[in-house]
């Protein structure tokens, strides 16, 4: 059972937002863009675990993906948690094309393309065996003991997976994603002593739900853009030109004449996503939309379900929380 779908990553929203809306001759745009290129790529890599998933049996398994707990002192992310009545997985999943070297000497992997060029990553075996560490710091402080194990998967099945003579056990731990249900079920005759009854299953389940804490950050800040660069205004869906203009209930594109009465909607999203999600006055929205009225914005944001708090001039609003609920870009 999927106690925690898959969604996409608030930071691939974010850099979608922030591209839209900066110039094609913006400095940091290539850098902005292969960032979300290598971010496309690595969710499209997690969903490709989600049809081998589906064919476990529901009640013997909670799925959670995508989570970021706090063990104490910091926190550490898991791409897939699966809970188990005997046994705890973890799953770090990889979207690497060509060949993969996990070298032992440096502990490090070594990826070739098929354009032959060459790219060091950290040993992802390593990172993954840190994160069940941390991952059983956060049971035991709940007495909960139980078997954690992991695997890499690799969710390309034509990535060539090496490793130097006598280091094949290195990759045990490391499988294209085809063979993960069998390897999964290798975990499950290893471990047949059950741990936790169902009761106890739902009590960590809520527990992990409760204290998943997305990762937030300034994304204007992050790559040093102003605010100034912003292009503001409501973007037609059609033809991509703005700013859209407020005619008689709906907005109206001067360049293709497309009408579009709910067209705010994804202006909204963009102004909270690289405003950090802070709350914004009346009076803000009014400038990004380019409306002349506050009542005209008081409308929208009602009939939009918008979240706010406070009245009169001290009220101001918030992002939904289904921006964060959305498993495709626009």
Same mark, same amino acid.
């Given at each position: 059972?999927?106690?925690?779908?898959?969604?996409?990553?608030?930071?691939?929203?974010?850099?979608?937002? #922030? $591209? +839209? %809306?900066?110039?094609?001759?913006?400095?940091?745009?290539?850098? @902005?863009? =292969?960032?979300?290129?290598?971010? *496309?790529?690595?969710?499209?890599?997690?969903?490709?675990?989600?049809?081998?998933?589906?064919?476990?049996?529901?009640?013997?398994?909670?799925?959670?993906?995508?989570?970021?707990?706090?063990?104490?002192?910091?926190?550490?992310?898991?791409?897939?948690?699966?809970?188990?009545?005997?046994?705890?997985?973890?799953?770090?999943?990889?979207?690497?094309?060509?060949?993969?070297?996990?070298?032992?000497?440096?502990?490090?992997?070594?990826?070739?393309?098929?354009?032959?060029?060459?790219?060091?990553?950290?040993?992802?075996?390593?990172?993954?065996?840190?994160?069940?560490?941390?991952?059983?710091?956060? #049971? $035991? +402080? %709940?007495?909960?003991?139980?078997?954690?194990?992991?695997?890499? @998967?690799? =969710?390309?099945?034509?990535?060539? *997976?090496?490793?130097?003579?006598?280091?094949?056990?290195?990759?045990?731990?490391?499988?294209?994603?085809?063979?993960?249900?069998?390897?999964?079920?290798?975990?499950?005759?290893?471990?047949?002593?059950?741990?936790?009854?169902?009761?106890?299953?739902?009590?960590?389940?809520?527990?992990?739900?409760?204290?998943?804490?997305?990762?937030?950050?300034?994304?204007?800040?992050?790559?040093?853009?102003?605010?100034?660069?912003?292009?503001?205004?409501?973007?037609?869906?059609?033809?991509?030109?703005?700013?859209?203009?407020?005619?008689?209930?709906?907005?109206?594109?001067?360049?293709?004449?497309?009408?579009?009465?709910?067209?705010?909607?994804?202006?909204?999203?963009?102004?909270?996503?690289?405003?950090?999600?802070?709350?914004?006055?009346?009076?803000?929205?009014?400038?990004?939309?380019?409306?002349?009225?506050?009542?005209?914005?008081?409308?929208?944001?009602?009939?939009?379900?918008?979240?706010?708090?406070?009245?009169?001039?001290?009220?101001?609003?918030?992002?939904?929380?289904?921006?964060?609920?959305?498993?495709?870009?626009?």
């Amino acid at each position: 059972m999927i106690e925690k779908e898959r969604f996409l990553p608030i930071r691939i929203q974010k850099n979608h937002a #922030l $591209l +839209k %809306r900066i110039a094609k001759n913006h400095p940091k745009r290539l850098n @902005i863009e =292969s960032d979300q290129t290598r971010r *496309l790529a690595g969710y499209k890599g997690e969903q490709a675990i989600d049809f081998h998933l589906s064919k476990l049996p529901e009640k013997e398994f909670l799925i959670f993906h995508d989570l970021r707990l706090s063990s104490g002192k910091h926190f550490f992310q898991i791409d897939t948690l699966i809970l188990n009545s005997a046994f705890v997985l973890i799953l770090e999943v990889k979207n690497y094309g060509g060949t993969l070297y996990f070298d032992p000497d440096f502990n490090q992997l070594i990826q070739t393309n098929s354009k032959g060029e060459v790219k060091g990553y950290p040993n992802p075996i390593e990172q993954t065996r840190v994160q069940c560490s941390e991952m059983k710091k956060w #049971l $035991l +402080k %709940r007495n909960i003991n139980i078997p954690i194990e992991f695997f890499i @998967i690799i =969710s390309k099945p034509s990535t060539i *997976l090496k490793t130097a003579p006598g280091h094949a056990k290195m990759l045990q731990r490391v499988l294209h994603v085809q063979f993960l249900l069998k390897s999964m079920e290798k975990i499950k005759a290893a471990h047949k002593k059950e741990v936790l009854s169902p009761k106890d299953m739902k009590k960590i389940s809520r527990s992990i739900l409760k204290e998943h804490t997305p990762k937030n950050f300034d994304i204007l800040k992050h790559y040093e853009i102003s605010r100034s660069d912003i292009q503001t205004g409501v973007i037609c869906k059609v033809c991509s030109s703005y700013p859209m203009k407020r005619h008689y209930g709906t907005w109206c594109c001067t360049k293709c004449k497309t009408k579009d009465k709910s067209a705010h909607i994804t202006a909204l999203k963009d102004i909270f996503l690289l405003n950090n999600s802070s709350p914004l006055s009346n009076q803000q929205i009014c400038k990004f939309l380019h409306i002349p009225s506050g009542d005209i914005a008081k409308k929208l944001l009602s009939a939009s379900k918008q979240r706010c708090s406070g009245s009169k001039k001290g009220r101001v609003y918030f992002p939904n929380t289904d921006y964060q609920q959305i498993k495709d870009l626009e």
